[in-house]
């Protein structure tokens, strides 16, 4: 656009996009973002065992838990006992380390935890390590 002067001269003004505002907003967005990626991956509420020998979580590794409710997940989505290795061995991302964590409520009975190793035994997932927690020792 052209803008001409008392005194005859044309000039012409600059049409550039302000940065600034758009830097702000996005800077925003990535703080708000990176306060609420660890809420998000919270994942199911899991009150597992406690135990004296506990050996810190090496690798990464798909988890199968078992709320007090005696519900399944692989993940963090719902999945039905009968189709679980087939579940996982679709999500693997090596096939030829097929290996699990199980974590179960301490509430769950034996018989629920018995018959989910079955079937992931069953489905030739051969490593399954059982996640607990520390045990805590009082302050004398």
Wanted: hydrophobic fraction near 45%; glycine fraction near 2%; charge should be neutral.
């Amino acid at each position: 656009m052209a803008i001409t002067t008392r005194e005859g001269k044309t000039q012409s003004t600059l049409a550039e996009i302000n940065m600034i505002p758009f830097i702000d907003i996005v800077l925003v967005l990535l703080i708000i973002f990176m306060v609420t990626a660890p809420v998000i991956q919270s994942g199911i509420d899991v009150n597992v065992p406690k135990t004296q020998v506990v050996r810190e979580l090496a690798e990464e590794k798909l988890v199968v838990s078992i709320d007090k409710e005696q519900k399944l997940y692989l993940q963090n989505a719902a999945v039905n006992v009968n189709e679980l290795a087939d579940k996982i061995r679709e999500k693997l991302l090596d096939p030829t380390r097929q290996s699990v964590y199980l974590q179960a409520d301490q509430s769950v009975p034996f018989q629920t935890i018995a018959t989910v190793l079955e079937r992931l035994t069953l489905g030739g997932i051969a490593n399954i390590s059982i996640v607990t927690q520390p045990l805590t020792q009082s302050k004398k």
